[in-house]
């Protein structure tokens, strides 16, 4: 896990990792070495328990942003993460191509809860389905009504990803169209706010 994040990051290009640990008692000592603007850290680890790292990466270094990696989709442990000061909770099961969009929007503030947790079920409904966190994201913004450009802009993705991500929605629920899409998604429970209940 820990070097399949250090790829897609670097992949991305926008990011410089500098420090990576297996080693939960030597995490504070490399946040005070590098003064890191981002940690991404695991809520399972041995040792030291993430959110209880959490807390203390929050109380020495209140800078320092923190985004946990889990594998658990527990909405007590969520909310401890997040009432504790995590700026984002993301399951592992995230698209690579993706992580790097969810860490940009941690840094500026717009980042929540990996939206395979949200509290009515749909986004639970969307993994079962097969979608990934960012494809979830996107059909919510397509049925708000959002152009590509704008669910690329919201989503801190390039325009071309949006299309890549949004032809794997289509595939994935058997559509052809973003109209079809938006109908299918609300008629499975996918999508929190389709323009299609306003009607």
Not at 73 to 86: D, P, T, W, Y
Not at 102 to 115: D, I, K, W
Not at 131 to 157: M, P, R
Request: aromatic fraction near 4%.
């Amino acid at each position: 896990m820990l070097e399949a994040v250090r790829v897609a990051l670097d992949e991305d290009g926008d990011f410089d990792v500098v420090a990576a640990t297996t080693e939960p008692t030597t995490i504070l000592t490399l946040v005070k070495e590098h003064e890191p603007d981002v940690v991404l850290l695991d809520v399972r680890m041995p040792q030291l328990d993430g959110l209880t790292c959490l807390k203390r990466i929050r109380a020495g270094f209140p800078d320092v942003v923190v985004i946990m990696l889990s594998a658990s989709e527990e909405q007590s442990v969520i909310k401890e993460a997040m009432a504790n000061g995590a700026r984002a909770f993301i399951l592992k099961h995230i698209d690579p191509r993706d992580l790097g969009a969810v860490v940009r929007q941690a840094v500026v503030g717009t980042a929540f809860q990996s939206v395979s947790v949200f509290a009515d079920g749909s986004a639970s409904i969307a993994a079962e389905a097969g979608l990934t966190v960012k494809e979830s994201e996107a059909l919510n913004l397509l049925s708000a009504g959002l152009s590509n450009n704008e669910i690329a802009k919201e989503l801190w993705l390039s325009p071309q990803t949006v299309k890549f991500h949004l032809s794997n929605i289509y595939r994935k629920l058997e559509v052809r169209s973003r109209t079809a899409a938006v109908q299918v998604a609300h008629e499975k429970g996918l999508i929190r706010n389709p323009l299609l209940q306003e009607a």
